[in-house]
């Protein structure tokens, strides 16, 4: 690799699922080129535990940079910034691969981060590219407690907007630096229902990070970026936005932080 840094997955045990889904793993990411979307550099399958070859994103996980890192500041641009990258990948992953991916995964420690924190999504390996083009499809439930779609659970019918889901509680994650699935003494804690609590008594602000809520400047974006999270958390899968929307979303609400007045001085 000319000294080049790499990351090897490989599984800790390997039966007809694990092979399966490394199988997957590297069909799909043959299929991808997306600048946040990790990219995959190769693959053994001729060893006894298979093993896949990824370019090294340096900085660990957003899950790791906004609960193992309490003491670093991130800024609301900076989360922003992620949040429209990772949502830019999904909605390559659902609009323009063909045929259309569903990740199926998506949680914040799926997200890696490079030396410029530039959002990579990754792990593919429940990922499953939906069949014949059709909208939705029954498959076994997979995913992760906390970010799993409550529709796509009770039904096992799949679609892309489960990932729309999901992504609605990376976006409620990025503004509170809260886990979405959490222990507090004997307490279990999920992040939906504080936040969905919240919204309903209009408290929201007792939820978010201190970091970014003392920012009163910042409200309105906090705000939008709160809207856009409760359309994703729709409990309808149908009428949840497409990634397309989320991302063209995000964009303009990151605009409003970038728009900058000068005086001109006409003679």
Not at 37 to 64: A, W
Not at 187 to 214: G, H, M, P, Q, Y
Not at 218 to 236: G, N, W
């Amino acid at each position: 690799m000319n000294n080049r840094q790499i990351a090897i997955k490989r599984s800790k045990t390997i039966g007809e699922r694990e092979l399966k889904e490394f199988g997957k793993e590297i069909l799909i990411l043959s299929q991808v080129n997306h600048k946040n979307i990790v990219k995959s550099l190769g693959c053994c399958l001729e060893v006894e535990i298979p093993i896949l070859v990824f370019e090294f994103i340096s900085e660990g996980t957003l899950f790791d940079l906004l609960h193992g890192k309490l003491g670093i500041s991130i800024p609301l641009g900076t989360r922003l910034r992620i949040a429209q990258e990772a949502a830019e990948a999904l909605a390559y992953l659902h609009s323009w691969a063909s045929p259309p991916i569903v990740h199926r995964d998506i949680k914040t420690s799926n997200i890696l981060l490079d030396e410029n924190f530039v959002a990579k999504v990754s792990d593919f390996g429940a990922s499953v590219l939906a069949p014949g083009g059709h909208d939705q499809f029954v498959t076994h439930v997979l995913g992760t407690r906390g970010y799993l779609d409550p529709e796509y659970l009770q039904s096992g019918q799949l679609t892309v907007k489960s990932d729309v889901y999901s992504f609605g509680v990376v976006l409620i994650e990025l503004l509170t630096r809260k886990k979405a699935f959490r222990m507090e003494g004997m307490e279990t804690r999920c992040l939906v229902a504080d936040f969905l609590s919240s919204t309903k008594d209009s408290n929201v602000a007792t939820i978010l990070d201190d970091e970014i809520s003392k920012n009163r400047e910042s409200m309105r974006q906090i705000t939008e970026v709160l809207k856009l999270a409760s359309e994703c958390l729709h409990i309808e899968g149908e009428k949840r936005p497409k990634m397309q929307q989320v991302a063209a979303t995000l964009d303009s609400i990151r605009a409003v932080d970038n728009m900058q007045y000068q005086v001109i001085e006409i003679s």
